[in-house]
C-alpha cells in the first residue's frame, strides 16, 4: 500500500500540468490544478497509512 | 513597497558594484542559518549521540559542496553553458519545457562568469547543504552517517539541481509566466521550495525508510516520549538561524526577483515578524494545550515562521507576512503532535512539520497574496510539482541507495549511542550516560 500511495502521487501531478495544457481559461485550469492536488494528497494519505505500523505488530 | 516582479530575468551584466558587494556579505552571514538549524538538530536529539549528529551536518555541508561543485551545478544550470543554450527542454503541446541544465561540469568558466552567475552559484551551495541536512535530523538516534552522506550525494548530485533548475534556472516552472501567463511564473527567492520544502520531505522519506526509534512506538499505550538533551542549544540555535534568515532572505530577493535597494528593508521586517508571529502563536498554543509553553515546540514553531518567509518575506506586506506567521506558528506544533501521536512519524528534529508543511504553506499564501493575475496557479503547480514529483523521486532514490547502504544501524548501536557505536567516543565523556528504560 505505501508504494500504491507514492505512485498515485505523480498521477496528481501530470493532472496538474495537463490542466495547464488543456485549460487556458483561468477558472477551469485552477479547478483541474486543484484536482491534482487532491489526488496528490490521496496518494500521501495512503503512503502515509501503508507506512504506519500495524496495531500490535512488534515494531523496532 | 513590494517589489513589482519582473516578467523577464534581468540581463545578468546589470548587477551593480554596490549590490554585488552586498550580496557577498549577505552570503558570508547567511550560513547561520544552517549553523543554527544544525544546533537545534543536535540538540533535539540525545546525548549519546550528539558529536554523531553534529559532525554528520559538518559532513554533509563539505560533501554537498563537493558533489555540487563537480556534478549539481552542471545540471542546475546556474553558470552559462554553451552559447544560447540554458538548458536542456522538450517541446510539449507547442511550448517549451526546460527541465534540466547544461552548465559546465567541474564548474568550467567559473572564473569567466558574469558577478550575477557567480553569486548565484554561491547562493546554491548554501542552499544544497541546508536541504540536505535536514533529513539528518529527522534520522537522529539512528541513521549511519556513511548513509547519510551517500544520501547527501544524491540530494547535492541529482535532486537538488533538478528542483533548483526549474524554480532558479530558468526551468520549467520559472517560465509558467511566459509560458502560459501564471503571473511571474514559480516564485520562491528564499528557497521555501528548494530548500525546506525538499529537505522536508527528504526527512520524510528517511523517517519511512529508517524507521523509529527502538522503544519509540511500544506495542501498547501511546508513544514513548524522547525529549531533545539540550534545549539551551535548541534556543540557541533559534537565535543563530534568525541572522542567517534575514541575510538568506534579502540575497534571494536581490538574485531572484531582482529587488530594489530600497525593497530590502521591508524583505527584513517581514521575515522578522513572520517568525515573531509565530513564536507567539505556537507559544500560546502550547500554553493553552499543555499548561505551560513548550521550549522545543516553540523553536520548531519560530523555525516554522522563518521557512514561510522563506517564500513570501519579499512578496507580501508586513501585516501578511505577520498572518503567515502566526498561521504556520498554530499549525506547526498540532502537526508534529499529529504526526507523532497519531500517524506513528518518529520525527526528532520536526523537519516534516518545521521544514516542508511551513514552506509548502508560505509557498500558498505568496500565491494567495500576489496581486498578479494567475500567480496563485502558478504557486499550486509549483507544490504539485514538489509533492507529486520530487517526493516519489526522492523515496525511490533513497529505497534504491538503502539497498546498497543500509540506512539503519544495528540495534546495538542504537542501544549504546550513535557516539559510542560510529565515532568511539561520545561527546560529553564526563558525562555518565544513565540505562535507558525504554531498551527493556
Redesign the interface.
Known amino acids: 500500500m ?1 508504494y500504491a500511495g ?2 498515485v ?6 493532472l ?2 495537463a490542466a ?2 488543456l485549460f487556458p481559461a ?1 477558472a477551469p ?2 479547478a483541474f ?2 484536482s ?2 487532491a489526488v ?2 490521496l ?2 494519505a495512503v ?2 497509512r501503508g ?3 500495524a496495531r ?5 | 513597497m513590494t517589489p513589482t516582479l519582473p516578467l523577464a530575468p534581468v540581463s545578468p551584466g546589470l548587477m551593480p558594484d554596490s549590490i554585488i558587494a552586498l550580496m557577498v556579505a549577505l552570503l558570508m552571514v547567511a550560513p547561520l542559518a544552517i549553523a543554527g538549524v544544525a544546533l537545534i538538530n543536535t540538540g533535539l536529539g540525545r546525548s549519546r549521540s550528539a558529536a554523531q549528529a553534529l559532525l554528520g551536518n559538518l559532513a554533509i555541508v563539505a560533501v554537498t559542496a563537493i558533489v555540487f561543485a563537480l556534478v549539481g551545478a552542471a545540471l542546475a544550470g546556474t553558470l552559462p553553458g554553451t552559447p544560447g543554450s540554458a538548458g536542456h527542454v522538450f517541446h510539449l503541446a507547442g511550448k517549451p519545457w526546460n527541465w534540466v541544465g547544461s552548465g559546465p561540469f567541474l564548474l568550467g568558466g567559473f572564473g569567466a562568469a558574469p558577478p550575477q552567475a557567480e553569486l548565484a552559484l554561491l547562493f546554491e551551495f548554501l542552499s544544497v547543504a541546508f536541504a540536505a541536512l535536514l533529513p539528518w535530523g529527522s534520522g537522529a538516534d539512528r541513521w549511519r552517517l556513511t548513509a547519510g552522506l551517500a544520501a547527501a550525494v544524491v540530494m547535492a548530485a541529482i535532486v537538488f539541481p533538478l528542483v533548483a533548475h526549474w524554480t532558479w534556472g530558468g526551468g520549467w516552472l520559472a517560465q509558467l509566466g511566459v509560458n502560459f501567463s501564471l503571473g511571474a511564473g514559480f516564485q520562491d527567492p528564499g528557497g521555501a521550495a528548494t530548500v525546506q520544502v525538499l529537505g522536508g520531505l527528504s526527512a520524510l522519506a528517511v523517517v519511512w525508510i529508517t524507521g523509529s526509534r527502538r522503544g519509540k512506538f511500544p506495542k501498547e499505550g501511546l508513544s514513548t516520549a524522547m525529549p531533545g538533551h539540550n534545549a539551551a542549544y535548541v534556543l540557541f540555535g533559534c537565535l543563530l538561524a534568525l541572522v542567517g534568515w534575514l541575510a538568506w532572505n534579502v540575497a534571494g530577493a536581490v538574485l531572484w526577483l531582482h529587488a530594489p535597494l530600497d525593497a530590502l528593508p521591508e524583505t527584513i521586517l517581514n521575515t522578522w515578524l513572520s517568525a515573531s508571529g509565530a513564536i507567539v502563536a505556537t507559544f500560546t498554543v502550547t500554553r493553552i494545550r499543555f499548561g505551560k509553553p513548550d521550549a522545543s515546540l516553540c523553536a520548531n514553531g519560530w523555525l516554522g515562521g522563518l521557512v514561510a518567509s522563506s517564500a513570501c518575506a519579499a512578496l507580501v506586506t508586513p501585516g501578511q507576512a505577520l498572518f503567515v506567521g502566526l498561521v504556520a506558528g498554530i499549525f506547526t506544533p498540532l502537526l508534529v503532535e499529529v504526526l507523532e501521536l497519531a500517524l506513528s512519524i518518529d520525527d526528532p528534529s520536526g523537519a516534516i512539520a518545521v521544514h516542508a508543511a511551513a514552506g509548502l504553506w508560505g509557498l500558498f499564501a505568496s500565491g494567495m497574496f500576489a496581486p498578479q493575475p494567475g500567480q496563485f496557479v502558478a504557486q499550486l503547480v509549483g507544490i504539485a510539482t514538489l509533492l507529486g514529483l520530487a517526493l516519489p523521486l526522492i523515496y525511490l532514490l533513497f529505497w534504491l541507495l538503502n539497498r546498497i547502504v543500509p540506512f539503519r544501524v544495528d540495534p546495538d548501536g542504537e542501544r549504546i549511542g550513535m557516539d559510542l557505536h560510529e565515532l568511539g567516543g561520545g561527546a560529553y565523556p564526563e558525562f555518565v550516560i544513565h540505562r535507558d528504560e525504554s531498551y527493556r
Open positions: 505505501r507514492l505512485l502521487m505523480p498521477a496528481g501531478f501530470f496538474a500540468i495547464l495544457i483561468p485550469r485552477a490544478v486543484l491534482g492536488l496528490e494528497g496518494g500521501l503512503a502515509v507506512h504506519m505500523p500490535g505488530e512488534e515494531r523496532p
